[in-house]
């Protein structure tokens, strides 16, 4: 069924997502989904342990909680985050405080972030959000917190970028990635952002590849969700095409209707119907990898985990 689509796509150039378009899309489509709840749990919980243990050490002592978002979009996942991460560092006596740092390219989402960020009025922590790259920003101070969310499929040189990440995490801080597997949703997407780039497309099979050919110590475990496609079988619902839309990565009104046709029809074979509704696989693992004293640690010395 993909080869007849990628067929389809030879003589065809995509349309990319403005930057609004791409920004009202996301936020619909991970509404859509309960993998951003896991993630979100998950952030949490892992978050709120490092805290203790930065408590435990004294670390507060040397400064803020530093904790960086690459690709934080409109802080939609980042803003229960640092509203819970604030409270964990209110709760721990340290009289500390937290700095959050969220980059990203698109201007509009950085906005609606620091204007969502106000309604907060968190005591406890600060807010910088950037209208950057990894590949153009400036390291200031090692981060005791970074999370790659969905992020690594869009940077230009994803090994590049990854020596930046890993080279500024403090000692005793942890680099997270959550990053798709090339499957079901993802398969879908590939045959649209091969249109967008010569390069290939880095997803979890990718990254871990990367980690283990440079030695980087790290754990791996898969968050299991779905996402709701029920509307976008529904040719006239708007929130139906910011769905598609977002899966695709590309203008959805731009498609012939071959397509347009071929991809639903992709929808419907990966997906399950329950209660009246259809949904599509979404699954994302988790990358963690730790910065120590002695973290040249060789490429098998990998473990299983779960936060």
Same mark, same amino acid.
């Given at each position: 069924? =993909?080869?007849?689509?990628?067929? @389809?796509?030879?003589?065809?150039?995509?349309?990319?997502?403005?930057?609004?378009?791409?920004?009202?899309?996301?936020?619909?489509?991970?509404?859509?989904?309960?993998?951003?709840?896991?993630?979100?749990?998950?952030?949490?919980?892992?978050?709120?342990?490092?805290?203790?243990? +930065?408590?435990?050490?004294?670390?507060?002592?040397?400064?803020?909680?530093?904790?960086?978002?690459?690709?934080?979009?409109?802080?939609?996942?980042?803003?229960?985050?640092?509203?819970?991460?604030?409270?964990q560092?209110?709760?721990?006596?340290?009289?500390s405080?937290?700095?959050?740092?969220?980059?990203?390219?698109?201007?509009?989402?950085?906005?609606?972030?620091?204007?969502?960020?106000?309604?907060?009025?968190?005591?406890?922590?600060?807010?910088?959000?950037?209208?950057?790259? %990894?590949?153009?920003?400036? +390291?200031?101070?090692?981060?005791? =917190?970074?999370?790659?969310?969905?992020?690594?499929?869009y940077?230009?040189?994803?090994?590049?970028? =990854?020596?930046? @990440?890993?080279?500024?995490v403090?000692?005793?801080?942890?680099?997270?990635?959550?990053?798709?597997?090339?499957?079901?949703?993802?398969?879908?997407?590939?045959?649209?952002?091969?249109?967008?780039?010569?390069?290939?497309?880095?997803?979890?099979?990718?990254?871990?590849?990367? =980690?283990?050919?440079?030695?980087?110590?790290?754990?791996?475990?898969?968050?299991? /969700?779905? %996402?709701?496609?029920?509307?976008?079988?529904?040719?006239g619902?708007?929130?139906?095409?910011?769905?598609?839309?977002?899966?695709?990565? *590309?203008?959805?009104e731009?498609?012939p209707?071959?397509?347009?046709?071929?991809?639903?029809?992709?929808?419907?074979a990966? *997906?399950?119907?329950?209660?009246?509704?259809? @949904?599509?696989?979404?699954?994302?693992?988790v990358?963690?990898?730790?910065?120590s004293?002695?973290?040249?640690?060789?490429?098998? /010395?990998?473990?299983?985990?779960?936060?």
């Amino acid at each position: 069924m =993909l080869n007849d689509l990628k067929h @389809l796509l030879h003589d065809f150039q995509p349309i990319s997502l403005s930057d609004q378009r791409f920004d009202q899309s996301h936020e619909y489509f991970e509404g859509q989904s309960n993998q951003q709840a896991q993630v979100l749990q998950w952030l949490q919980h892992f978050g709120g342990n490092q805290i203790q243990r +930065w408590s435990e050490k004294g670390l507060g002592a040397r400064g803020p909680f530093r904790v960086l978002s690459v690709g934080c979009g409109s802080g939609i996942l980042d803003l229960p985050l640092i509203e819970r991460l604030a409270e964990q560092i209110e709760s721990s006596g340290s009289n500390s405080s937290m700095h959050y740092t969220g980059i990203d390219p698109n201007p509009v989402a950085c906005e609606r972030f620091r204007e969502e960020y106000v309604r907060l009025n968190t005591n406890s922590s600060e807010l910088l959000v950037l209208e950057e790259t %990894v590949e153009t920003h400036q +390291w200031v101070e090692k981060m005791d =917190l970074t999370h790659v969310v969905h992020s690594l499929y869009y940077f230009a040189d994803p090994a590049v970028s =990854l020596r930046a @990440l890993i080279k500024n995490v403090a000692v005793d801080g942890e680099l997270v990635i959550f990053q798709a597997p090339k499957a079901e949703l993802n398969l879908l997407a590939d045959c649209f952002w091969q249109g967008h780039g010569e390069d290939p497309i880095w997803f979890s099979a990718e990254l871990e590849r990367h =980690l283990q050919d440079t030695g980087t110590m790290f754990t791996k475990s898969r968050v299991d /969700a779905e %996402v709701d496609v029920t509307d976008c079988f529904d040719l006239g619902c708007l929130q139906g095409r910011l769905t598609f839309d977002f899966i695709i990565q *590309s203008d959805s009104e731009s498609l012939p209707a071959p397509i347009f046709r071929k991809v639903l029809d992709y929808l419907k074979a990966i *997906s399950r119907r329950h209660e009246g509704r259809v @949904l599509a696989p979404h699954p994302v693992d988790v990358f963690v990898v730790r910065q120590s004293d002695d973290s040249t640690t060789q490429p098998d /010395a990998r473990l299983a985990c779960s936060p």
